[in-house]
Structures are given as structure tokens and as C-alpha cells.
């Protein structure tokens, strides 16, 4: 009963970051310290050991994120207001160690959940992991191809939480991947008005 009480509150929480983060409103980052806490027991819970892991991770983005967007931290010293962090795209330059640095990732995470862990879905948790830690790092950066990365994690996450019976969360990833696809396209809006 537990579990489907927290999974519905994660939801919930869900719903609420994704207002924020499809909004480009910094407000994302508080409703991202809270779902981590409550993911974390449930994926515990189900074996889910990387998504547990990666919680952790997104409690601390959540921090980072919060003062990158709000101008607390990445403003020049030179600077005496705090300037809000602008959508941009990600560089080709940035855009291949990123990709590399996540395939390696992936195969570590993999790795270790196959020798170290009862998973029965090591490559598929590793790939989410992986890929959601570069999404967080992008969203954080607020690189407008986050979106892109989240539509594939998202595909992905509703099949493994069918399979894994964790159909609250099914529902939210696959809200999640709609959205992500609107996102794109709202953000894309707002670099127009804000070039």
C-alpha cells in the first residue's frame, strides 16, 4: 500500500515539474528536490538500482540547476544583477564528448548492475541512467535539445516500468514523452521571442 501511495505522490510531483520545466520557470528545480526523495524508495523497492542511484544525482542537479537558472551562480563577476540563464542549443563542439562520455556511462552502469546487483534489466536501467544524467545536465544548462534526450528516455522508461509493474510512473513517463514533444516546440518558441 506504501508503494502506491509514494508512486502516486511521485506522480503528482511529476506533473508539477513538468509544468515548471515545459514553462522554462526555475520553480522546476523545487518540485526536483522533492520527486528524487520519494523515487528513490520506490525504485529501491523494485531492483530499479541505477534509477535509485540517479536520484541522488537529481537532488544535487536540482540544487545546481536552481541557482544556474536563477543567475545565482555562471554570471560574470563584472555583473551586479543576476541574469536569468537563456534557452540556447548545444554546441557540435560540446555535443560529441557529451555523447561520448554518456555511450561510457551507459556501459559502466551496466557493468556494475550485471556483477554487483540482482537486476533483471541492467542495459535498459543503465541506458535511462545514463542518458537521464546527461538530460538533467543539459536541462540544467538549459540547452534546448534536452528535450530530444528526454523524448528517448521517456519511450524507454514506459516500456521498463510496464514491465516492471510500476504503472503509475508508466503513466507519468509516458505524459512525460507528449510533453517533451510540446516542450521542444514551446521552447523553441521562447528562443524566438528571446533570440
Not at 530499479?48 to 537529481?58: P, R, S
Request: some cysteine; hydrophobic content about 55%.
Amino acid at each position: 500500500m506504501l508503494d502506491i501511495i509514494l508512486q502516486i505522490a511521485g506522480l503528482a510531483i511529476g506533473l508539477v515539474y513538468l509544468y515548471y520545466e515545459y514553462h522554462a520557470n526555475s520553480k522546476v528545480w523545487i518540485a526536483g528536490l522533492f520527486m528524487p526523495m520519494i523515487s528513490m524508495f520506490v525504485y529501491f523497492r523494485k531492483g530499479l538500482y541505477a534509477d535509485f542511484g540517479m536520484n541522488i544525482y537529481y537532488l544535487l542537479m536540482a540544487i545546481y540547476g536552481y541557482l544556474a537558472w536563477t543567475g545565482i551562480i555562471g554570471r560574470s563577476k563584472d555583473a551586479e544583477e543576476k541574469a536569468p540563464l537563456p534557452i540556447t542549443h548545444i554546441t557540435p563542439r560540446a555535443l560529441w564528448p557529451v555523447a561520448a562520455i554518456t555511450a561510457g556511462i551507459w556501459v559502466a552502469i551496466a557493468v556494475f548492475l550485471l556483477g554487483a546487483t540482482d537486476s533483471t534489466v541492467p542495459w535498459a536501467d543503465a541506458f535511462t541512467t545514463a542518458m537521464s544524467i546527461t538530460g538533467t545536465w543539459m536541462l540544467a544548462r538549459k540547452y534546448i535539445e534536452q528535450w530530444l534526450v528526454w523524448i528517448l528516455v521517456d519511450v524507454v522508461c514506459v516500456a521498463l516500468y510496464i514491465y516492471k509493474g510500476i504503472y503509475p510512473y508508466a503513466l507519468l513517463y509516458g505524459i512525460y514523452t507528449v510533453v517533451a514533444v510540446f516542450g521542444y516546440k514551446k521552447w523553441r518558441c521562447i528562443m524566438d521571442v528571446n533570440p
